[in-house]
């Protein structure tokens, strides 16, 4: 393979009547001045008005080489048809020379896939398992920890072989009623009805009358068990759908213009010469038998997704998305959904990394996202504080319920840490749990203390499991001095009111994962966030459970008291609550962004919140700050619109 002074692989040019697109993949060919190039062209039908015309322009254009190659014009004088002059132009070719890299007019490459190809021509000449090296990955395989995949089906929108495997071509399919008849569908598809079928009318098609030498083409490699290398990126952009053309006449079709993307080099090969299973399940199911299948695995999580947010839960998109991403990386429709939802959740830094994440693209609809997401991060970075009219809003949309059995526990002298709660519902059985601790546990212990209850603890932040440790190590030592301005605000806690709290190192989220916390501003604050707030570089990770789990690690079907102090990361954790339906009684929630806003629409991120609360049946009962406390009932309230 030498590329520097021109690609030494021969490259052959299928051409017929399409001037206009032999320009275009000529000029991507001249992008690496093979040395030897063979252009096939089959003769114009004498029925079809004006395409003599038509085929001399296309063959002028194809001959157009202003670099040192050796051209050799392969031009039918009668038409032959598709698949005969491409079965009896490349009989030419490789009667010529041992291997080439094949392009017709229609497949536009980009310059990585001349190198990609020559490097596995090279690489697999002698491996009789390679069947052929296809540029076409417009249905979008990823294959894992390598450059490219094999798969059992022979695409060739851009491809290269050799002499030993076209050999193998049979135009005529000479065998196939003798294959048909044995089975061999069937031994090829194990327990796969519906590509049998597919496959079976497709070559009984090719044997009787289909002009596709394609087709046979896949025959071929399909008995001798051949592989076609496949790669990460689609390499060969399909420019010729439309009425011009033979076999791709829809230009709606979806692999219809998929933009080409360059290959990284060097190369990583896979550790095996196989089928990917994965790939080749994909690619039968997106290109061939399973075409035209309403719903795909992907296609359901992306509509999944698009369900979620019809009923208000952004954050499940969300997770089906990352797990949409992490199969299919790249596709831009999906990350262009994600990265609204994330703009529309305050979460400007992470949209802006979403959107430039994906390939250049000339869409509009991205520019107009590209524009609001950098609209909206400029006016995230102009810090502003919540006034108290933001607050009364926000107790308007609350629509409070009174109790009269509300008491206020915890807080030192500053009254910070404070928490009220519905006493009525509560009692020395309850299930408690409280995710966030940080270095101010006065709520936590007076409420063990009221009711003797018990409660867990969630806080997976260095300095809270330290504060925690520290003051069951002063207790145990009878050691607490009540001018001590760490600790004594403890000074009239017992060991054993205490020991009715567990402490465990874990974060809570929407679902299980290890995340990421993000420092605050101030060392001297303790709360670390999972989402940025405050756009640090302090980081530490930690282990997180998802709400679901909560009854698990509680040991109860039900929960009398969760208390969310969790730095912004209650919204999907309340999303998430509400969607695995957990028999919660009492919720406290810090609404954290009404004190450090994201955007200006913090307050519709609250009330949606609220929103989904409400149907979920929760009322709210107390506002203190920004901390509300809900009581749940059984019948759901009516739900309102925005605080504004």
């Keep these: 393979m030498t590329i520097g002074t021109g690609l030494a692989t021969p490259v052959c040019l299928i051409i017929h009547r399409r001037p206009e697109t032999t320009r275009q993949v000529l000029a991507a060919i001249r992008t690496v001045r093979p040395r030897r190039l063979f252009v096939v062209a089959d003769g114009p039908r004498p029925h079809v008005p004006g395409e003599a015309a038509l085929c001399r322009a296309a063959r002028e254009a194809a001959l157009a080489v202003d670099w040192d190659c050796a ?62 090296i296809s540029g076409d990955n417009a249905h979008g395989v990823h294959p894992r920890q390598a450059s490219y995949a094999f798969t059992r089906y022979a695409l060739i929108w851009g491809w290269a072989t050799w002499r030993r495997a076209w050999a193998l071509y049979d135009d005529t399919m000479a065998d196939w009623p003798e294959r048909r008849a044995a089975g061999w569908l069937e031994t090829l598809f194990p327990g796969r009805p519906r590509a049998v079928h597919y496959w079976r009318e497709i070559f009984d098609d090719t044997h009787a009358r289909s002009d596709s030498w394609a087709r046979a083409w896949v025959y071929a490699c399909f008995k001798a068990d051949g592989l076609c290398a496949i790669p990460g990126k689609n390499l060969v952009a399909n420019i010729g759908f439309g009425p011009d053309s033979t076999h791709t006449a829809n230009p709606l079709d979806r692999r219809a213009n998929v933009p080409s993307r360059p290959l990284s080099f060097p190369l990583a090969h896979p550790r095996r010469v196989a089928v990917a299973p994965e790939a080749d399940a994909f690619t039968e199911r997106r290109i061939f038998s399973g075409a035209d299948l309403p719903v795909s695995r992907d296609a359901a999580t992306a509509t999944g997704a698009l369900a979620d947010l019809a009923v208000g839960r952004p954050w499940r998109a969300l997770s089906r998305l990352d797990a949409l991403a992490t199969r299919l990386p790249g596709l831009s429709g999906p990350a262009m959904v994600r990265a609204a939802i994330l703009a529309r959740r305050g979460l400007w830094d992470d949209a802006q990394a979403a959107l430039t994440a994906l390939p250049p693209d000339d869409d509009p609809d991205r520019a107009v996202l590209v ?28 629509d409070i319920a009174p109790r009269s ?56 932040t260095p300095r809270a499991v330290h504060h925690v440790v520290e003051l069951g190590r002063l207790l145990a030592r009878g050691d607490i001095d009540p001018a001590d301005p760490v600790f004594g605000k403890y000074a009239g806690l017992t060991p054993e009111a205490f020991g009715r709290l567990t402490h465990h190192p874990l974060g809570l989220f929407s679902r299980p994962a290890v995340l990421r916390f993000h420092a605050p501003t101030n060392p001297e604050h303790v709360s670390h966030s999972i989402f940025n707030l405050q756009k640090t570089t302090t980081t530490f990770e930690a282990p997180c459970l998802g709400v679901a789990d909560l009854p698990w690690l509680l040991g109860s079907r039900h929960i009398d008291l969760l208390k969310l102090d969790i730095e912004g990361a209650e919204y999907p954790v309340v999303e998430a609550l509400i969607e695995a339906d957990l028999d919660v009684r009492q919720l406290l929630i810090e609404f954290d962004e009404g004190y450090q806003p994201l955007d200006r629409q913090f307050l519709t991120r609250m009330a949606d919140c609220v929103t989904g609360l409400g149907r979920a049946g929760f009322r709210a009962v107390c506002l203190d700050g920004w901390n509300v406390t809900f009581v749940r009932h059984r019948t759901p309230r009516a739900t309102k619109g925005s605080p504004r």
């Design 405 to 460: 059995d509300l008491l206020r526990l915890g807080g030192d002298a500053r009254d910070y840490g404070a928490w009220v709660v519905a006493a009525d519902r509560l009692g020395p059985e309850s299930v408690c749990c409280l995710a966030g601790v940080g270095e101010d546990i006065t709520f936590d212990c007076a409420l063990v203390t009221r009711f003797g209850c018990r409660a867990c603890q969630l806080d997976p």
């Design 371 to 398: 524009r609001t997401v950098a609209a909206g991060r400029q006016e995230a970075g102009i810090r502003f504080e919540p006034a108290e009219a933001d607050r009364q809003a926000f107790a308007r949309f609350l």
């Design 71 to 132: 051209v050799t014009p392969l031009f039918a004088a009668d038409n032959l048809g598709l698949r005969h002059r491409v079965r009896s132009g490349l009989d030419a070719v490789f009667a010529a020379v041992p291997e080439a890299i094949i392009l017709e007019d229609d497949c536009r490459p980009d310059p990585t896939f001349f190198g990609y190809a020559a490097e596995l021509l090279e690489r697999y000449r002698d491996d009789p398992r390679v069947m052929l």
